[in-house]
């Protein structure tokens, strides 16, 4: 039971260190998309969702990009 335990630690743990830029970058395109929401116009209002979809997306394609490169480095 005790390496059940110790695999979930070790896989979230990894989750928080490997991806904190990712993590970071979502909370910042949260934060940007509530600051759009209630300081713009009522357009940008409705469409705040899919800028939120946009920044997120943007930032995974990023760190994908990013691993391919890492990845690619330490096979080659």
């Known amino acids: 039971m ?3 335990f110790r695999a979930i630690w070790d896989n979230t743990y990894g989750l928080l260190v490997d991806d904190g830029q990712l ?3 979502a909370i ?3 934060a940007l998309t509530w600051v759009i929401a209630h300081s713009g116009t009522d357009v940008l ?3 705040a969702g899919w ?3 946009a920044l997120v997306l943007a930032l ?3 760190n994908l990009y990013r691993a ?3 990845a690619r480095r330490r096979a080659g």
Do not use: Q
């Open 68 to 70: 391919g490169r890492n």
């Open 2 to 4: 005790s390496s059940v």
């Open 51 to 53: 800028v939120l979809l």
């Open 28 to 30: 910042l395109a949260l």
């Open 45 to 47: 209002s409705e469409n």
């Open 23 to 25: 993590a970071i970058g």
């Open 60 to 62: 995974v394609l990023a």
